[in-house]
């Protein structure tokens, strides 16, 4: 079945590092990819997504491009800032139109210092 | 951006007991998803409904069901509670959103503890 693969964590960086966060990913067909982010006490929030090979989302400075040679999905920033704390969850679907169930990885913490 | 309201955010049930939790959607969102979220654990997918019919399950059993009504409210009852169905249920509506169609905007979600 589908299955999502991310790095282990938590993450801790400095205000203004690089981030990466790594996403491997399973699936019999081709799959949409998504970055959500979960802030304390709110939602999941979609991130950024991307729905073929090659493609790349963007959104807040963060990027993550689709390499389907590799099947990843990883998740970079130039320079993180304090508000980036959160927990970032990569995820796949399957399907399209009104089915789109999600399949996530276990999430991975940032936290960001000043 | 959330559009999606969830209700209670917290509650305590003892196990064998029955639950329902609420969700209600932005207007035009006709599909809904409800996901189990274990703590450090990314979101299980329990089931989708689709113009008042389920479409599309997890693996979860039937006592976990729903029921949509026509003003884009939506209900998420399990029967028989176990001890490990404490977790974050998330609703979930499919909509236009800034980043195209069918997207997925989630709620806040409702916190389960089973004694």
């Known amino acids: 079945g589908d299955s999502v693969t991310q790095m282990e964590g938590p993450v801790t960086l400095s205000e203004e590092a690089f981030l990466t966060i790594n996403c491997t990913y399973t699936?019999?067909?081709?799959?949409?990819l998504f970055w959500y982010v979960q802030y304390p006490g709110e939602g999941l929030q979609l991130l950024l997504k991307?729905?073929?090979?090659?493609d790349k989302g963007s959104n807040k400075g963060f990027e993550a491009t689709y390499r389907k040679e590799t099947t990843s999905f990883h998740l970079e920033k130039g320079s993180v800032q304090v508000s980036d704390s959160a927990v970032y969850f990569c995820a796949l679907s399957e399907e399209s139109g009104a089915n789109s169930k999600l399949t996530f990885g276990k999430g991975i913490t940032l936290s960001v210092r000043p | 951006e959330t559009g999606v309201t969830q209700s209670p955010t917290h509650l305590i049930k003892t196990r064998g007991q029955q639950v329902t939790l609420r969700c209600s959607s932005q207007?035009?969102?006709?599909?809904v998803s409800w996901y189990q979220q274990a703590l450090g654990q990314g979101p299980q997918f329990i089931f989708q409904?689709?113009?008042?019919?389920?479409?599309g399950r997890g693996n979860f059993p039937p006592r976990f069901s729903g029921l949509q009504f026509p003003n884009y409210s939506f209900e998420l009852n399990v029967n028989a509670l176990e001890l490990d169905d404490s977790d974050l249920y998330l609703c979930?509506?499919?909509?236009?959103?800034?980043?195209?169609?069918?997207?997925?905007?989630f709620g806040a979600g409702s916190r389960l503890t089973v004694l």
């Open positions: 207007s035009g969102h006709n599909t």
């Open positions: 979930a509506s499919s909509g236009i959103t800034r980043f195209g169609a069918n997207v997925l905007t």
């Open positions: 991307a729905t073929k090979a090659d």
């Open positions: 699936a019999t067909g081709y799959p949409s």
């Open positions: 409904y689709y113009r008042e019919e389920e479409n």
